[in-house]
Structures are given as C-alpha cells and as structure tokens.
C-alpha cells in the first residue's frame, strides 16, 4: 500500500502532466483477505484520491486471497480462484461500492499467463468469471462497461497461451458476449501495432482477433481512458 503522501504524489503527478485516466488494480486479497470480512479503507483512500482530481478510472478486479483458491495452490503466485461464482460475488462488491466512481471494470488482469493465473492458465475456469461476474455486474447496473482481463503478449507453451489462441477459445466457450470490449497489453512486443505480421506479436493478435468483430479492442498498460471508445462502439 501506498503513503498517503506518495499517494498525493502520484495523483498530483497525473494531473499536473494532464494524464485524465488512471488503471487501477482492485486486489481482492487486500479487500478481503480473511472470509467473510472485508476492509475497503486502503481501496477506498486509492480510488478517492484519484477521483477527486477527475480522473477516469478504469478499476481491475483482480487477484485471490490464499482461502478462495485450492489449497494446493496457494503458495503460487496470483492463483486462480477455485470457484468462479466466489469471485464473481467480490467483483460485484466492488462494482456497487464504487458505482458513482468507477464506471468501467476489467476482470481480472492477464488470465492468459500462468504467472497471473496460476498455476496455469485455464479459458474455461477463466470464461466462467468472466461471464458470472458479467451478468452480475450488468443486474446491478447495464450501464456499467465491462472488460475481458488484458492479455498479456507471449506464445502458446505449457502454463500460457498467446492473445489470439486464448481469446479465441473464450470465444469457442460462449464467453464472446459477456464483455464490452476485449483488453490487450502490446509491452514488450515487437514490430509496429498497425502491421500485420506472421511472428506472434501484439499486431499479429490485434488483427486476428478483429476478424472477430462485435467487440472493441482496447489496448493499454498502466492506463489508458477508454469511455470514450465505448460510447463511439455504442
């Protein structure tokens, strides 16, 4: 957790550089590390800190605490929830808590790599917390934006799975039409985002996964304002 002055810091940095949105982990272990009990305090001073400067804020739920995941896990890092709807119930907490100030979530972050999906990736555990969380978020309010987690660029091996081939299997899954937009991370990709190219590479998955169609694609790392792409997709 930040300093609330390294805080200050920071948000006076974004608006000072005249940065209008900031991506925020909102890290289910912090929130509600023991069951049943939830601590919104740091999360709270984060997302507010943020907000009252006026700025846009894309929240990421994200991430498990040691008693929602298998036991035999939990010494991994960043493992997977080891029930879809557990998680899905923490996504919409935090949807509701922050409604008036958060009005675009990502679920999940990186769910196509092992190291953020541990101890390997796994669409279907993935499609099924995407949807859940979803169709939860969307009873509670449709006009809230929700994101599939951002891919991370790498190759298909044996704990990971590229962009495209993950992607496309969430399609395979039914899990197309449980998110707004589709979210990549390009870092650490080579050659130009706007070529295609037969190497993997983030322009490589970008125009593969346009063929697809119906969604946007929103590309971002450690921020990126996307409400305006939405409203111009609707």
Do not use: C
């Not at 992607?167 to 998110?179: I, W």
């Amino acid at each position: 957790d930040m300093s609330p002055d390294l805080l200050e810091r920071q948000a006076s940095g974004f608006v000072d550089h005249h940065f209008g949105a900031v991506r925020l982990t909102i890290q289910w272990p912090h929130i509600n590390s023991t069951y049943g009990e939830y601590d919104w305090a740091a999360t709270d001073a984060l997302v507010d800190t943020f907000h009252s400067r006026g700025i846009s804020i894309l929240g990421v739920a994200t991430w498990a605490p040691s008693w929602a995941v298998p036991e035999e896990y939990r010494l991994v890092k960043h493992p997977a929830p080891a029930d879809p709807a557990v998680f899905a119930e923490f996504a919409l907490a935090a949807a509701e808590r922050y409604a008036d100030r958060i009005r675009t979530w990502e679920i999940w972050n990186e769910p196509n790599i092992g190291s953020t999906f541990g101890p390997r990736v796994n669409p279907e555990l993935y499609a099924a917390m995407l949807e859940q969380s979803y169709v939860a978020i969307k009873q509670f309010d449709p006009d809230i934006v929700v994101l599939s987690g951002a891919t991370s660029p790498t190759v298909d091996n044996a704990t990971d799975l590229s962009p495209q081939t993950f992607v496309t299997r969430l399609y395979e899954l039914g899990a197309g039409k449980y998110f707004d937009g589709l979210a990549m991370h390009p870092y650490s990709a080579s050659g130009s985002l706007s070529t295609y190219s037969g190497t993997a590479n983030s322009a490589t998955a970008i125009a593969d996964i346009r063929a697809r169609g119906h969604r946007p694609i929103l590309v971002g790392g450690s921020m990126l304002y996307v409400q305006s792409l939405i409203d111009a997709w609707r």
